[in-house]
T-cell receptor, first 116, second 113 residues
Framework: DQQVKQNSPSLSVQEGRISILNCDYT??????FLWYKKYPAEGPTFLIS?????DKNEDGRFTVFLNKSAKHLSLHIVPSQPGDSAVYFC???????????????FGKGTKLSVIP | DSGVTQTPKHLITATGQRVTLRCSPR?????VYWYQQSLDQGLQFLIH???????AKGNILERFSAQQFPDLHSELNLSSLELGDSALYFC????????????FGEGSRLTVL
């Protein structure tokens, strides 16, 4: 049972345009959401996060939106740059899950290609 | 550089064998997480250790085991290897048990032939 879903395996965007990456979740206990970026041959690196008490969080060119009623979040990158080309993973956690573990549940990722 | 070190980076072995993957967390981080990424899959949570104690288990097979040592480094042991165990194994660390993002190492790519 996939609790975090990224339904688009890939996305191509022109440089300078907006990139929108989407993520859906099914577990209503999730209350903290993160986006990670991964380049080939590297580990995932943290990009931006949002708590369920907010519906938007912004950091430079990156904005994450959370729609709790729809169990949906999205990452907006504006403007997109060729260096943004990477695989983007959505992750979620139940912040106070049992045994104090706080493991992240990841989606399968979306490969973003920004075309110069 | 995340500060999390994983060795070896690449490992090729045969079915039935046993391997050990090693992880050194960021300085001061007490939590270590292990994740597995198979082909076309997201990162699957395997196990979490905090300050030497096991905190949670995910989809970890009985053939796999892990531990965290007093110096906080962790090892993931994979035994009776099967072809399907071929994957990228990531280690991640965090300062505490609950809050903040995880910092990932570059991963260990295991190929079972």
């Amino acid at each position: 049972d996939q609790q975090v879903k990224q339904n688009s395996p890939s996305l191509s965007v022109q440089e300078g345009r907006i990139s929108i990456l989407n993520c859906d979740y099914t577990n209503s206990m999730f209350d903290y959401f993160l986006w990670y970026k991964k380049y080939p041959a590297e580990g995932p690196t943290f990009l931006i996060s949002i708590s369920s008490i907010k519906d938007k969080n912004e950091d430079g060119r990156f904005t994450v939106f959370l729609n709790k009623s729809a169990k949906h979040l999205s990452l907006h990158i504006v403007p997109s740059q060729p260096g943004d080309s990477a695989v983007y993973f959505c992750a979620a956690s139940a912040h106070f899950s049992g045994a104090g573990s706080y493991q992240l549940t990841f989606g399968k990722g979306t490969k973003l290609s920004v075309i110069p | 550089d995340s500060g999390v070190t994983q060795t070896p980076k690449h490992l090729i072995t045969a079915t039935g064998q046993r391997v050990t993957l090693r992880c050194s967390p960021r300085s001061g981080d007490l939590s270590v997480y292990w994740y597995q990424q198979s082909l076309d899959q997201g990162l699957q949570f395997l196990i979490h250790y905090y300050n030497g104690e096991e905190r949670a288990k995910g989809n970890i097979l009985e053939r796999f085991s892990a531990q965290q040592f007093p110096d906080l480094h962790s090892e993931l042991n994979l035994s009776s290897l099967e072809l399907g165990d071929s994957a990228l194994y990531f280690c991640a660390s965090r300062r505490g048990p609950l809050t903040g993002e995880l910092f990932f190492g570059e991963g260990s790519r295991l190929t079972v032939l």
